[in-house]
Structures are given as C-alpha cells and as structure tokens.
T-cell receptor, first 113, second 113 residues
Framework: DTAVSQTPKYLVTQMGNDKSIKCEQN?????MYWYKQDSKKFLKIMFS???????INETVPNRFSPKSPDKAHLNLHINSLELGDSAVYFC????????????FGPGTRLTVL | SQKIEQNSEALNIQEGKTATLTCNYT??????LQWYRQDPGRGPVFLLL?????KEKRKERLKVTFDTTLKQSLFHITASQPADSATYLC????????????FGGGTRLMVKP
C-alpha cells in the first residue's frame, strides 16, 4: 500500500522535449508538493497545492507547470527540457500543511541529455 | 547564501556510540523544526518535529533538542547501529507563513560495525 507514488521512477530524455511526472497519494491529504533535489542533494520546494489550489510557486521557470486534477493527484509537466533540469524530483503530501508530517514519494530521477 | 546549515561532511562513528548531528539557522525564529532521514535512492522520511516551546523531544533512540537562543537543533542517535547510516535533513518554516518548508543540505551518517 504505497502512500505517495510517482511515475516514472527514471526518465531519460533529450533537451527540448516535453515530459510529465505523475504523483498520487492515497492518504487523504489536503496538501501536495513538488520538490527538486539537485546533484548536491539540496532539497528545494517548487510548488505547493492545497485542495487543488496553488499555494506556493517558488522561483521556478514557467516551463514547469503543475496540474492537480483532484486532491489526490499532483502532476508536473515540464516543457522544453534543459540540461539543468536534470535532478531527482520528489512529490510529497501532508494532512494540513507543513506543520504536519510530510510524506514523500520515491522520487523521479530525470536525466536530460 | 545557505540559510540552514548542516555539516556537509559525513559523520563516521562506531556502532554503539551516540551520533550527534547539528542544524544551525540564522535570522529566523521558526515555530518548529523537523528532522527527516533519507536513504540513497529514496524519498525523505519524517522522524521528529520539535516546537519552539519544547527544549527536547525523544522517540526511541532518537533525541532532538531545540535552542532558539543559539538558533540550533541537535539530533542525537544513541546506541547507533549500522542501519542508522543515512543522510539526515533538518527543515523549518523560515517564513513562519505555514506554507513552505526549507531543508538543510543534510548530513550523511555512517555507522561502522
């Protein structure tokens, strides 16, 4: 029973392509997040959604567009991929926001060639 | 500049000893601080949350302290085991806006048998 799942686990693609990463949580949480972890292992928040509404959009290029079709899903679409987009992307969820425990997905390792 | 500092060098200790990891922050007055564990190739897993009015919190072999004067949290693992080897991340809400966690860079702990 995976709490937060992401697909795919690995994504290798060429520069300039468009790709999507899917995230689903079965915890009934209201808030979902996307984080990026770079090669130096820094984990930085990208987006936060609460009940399908965007709460945070940190300084992320507008090539990145999150989409939340319902409370249990938060997908990340990336246009015109660049080399610098290579990283591990984590989806997470929490019950009521960041004062609650955040549950992370297994991550998606994106490699842009 | 780094807003939350954790020792970027790996901490190597002998099994059975107490591991102590440090998280320092500057210029903020967070209401709480969280600690997470991250294993290679996996998402972070929540361990403990400590609030500003709590000096210390314990969970099994884990102990966290929070000194708001020193702007520092210490994370202790007593009777450490090789299975405790992982990267440990601290995180706090630097804006106190209740919507965004900022993570430190993590400290890698290696417990040798």
């Amino acid at each position: 029973d995976t709490a937060v799942s992401q697909t795919p686990k690995y994504l290798v693609t060429q520069m300039g392509n468009d790709k999507s990463i899917k995230c689903e949580q079965n915890l009934g949480h209201d808030t979902m997040y996307w984080y990026k972890q770079d090669s130096k292992k820094f984990l930085k928040i990208m987006f936060s959604y609460n009940n399908k509404e965007l709460i945070i959009n940190e300084t992320v290029p507008n090539r990145f567009s999150p989409k939340s079709p319902d409370k249990a899903h938060l997908n990340l679409h990336i246009n015109s991929l660049e080399l610098g987009d290579s990283a591990v992307y984590f989806c997470a969820s929490s019950r009521k926001g960041i004062t609650d425990t955040q549950y992370f997905g297994p991550g998606t390792r994106l490699t842009v060639l | 500049s780094q807003k939350i500092e954790q020792n970027s060098e790996a901490l190597n200790i002998q099994e059975g000893k107490t591991a102590t990891l440090t998280c320092n922050y500057t210029n903020y007055s967070p209401a709480y601080l969280q600690w997470y564990r991250q294993d290679p190739g996996r998402g972070p897993v929540f361990l403990l949350l400590i609030r500003e009015n709590e000096k210390e919190k314990r969970k099994e072999r884990l102990k966290v302290t929070f000194d708001t004067t020193l702007k520092q949290s210490l994370f202790h693992i007593t009777a450490s085991q090789p299975a405790d080897s992982a990267t440990y991340l601290c995180a706090l809400d630097i804006n106190n806006a209740g919507n965004m966690l900022t993570f430190g860079g993590g400290t890698r702990l290696m417990v040798k048998p």
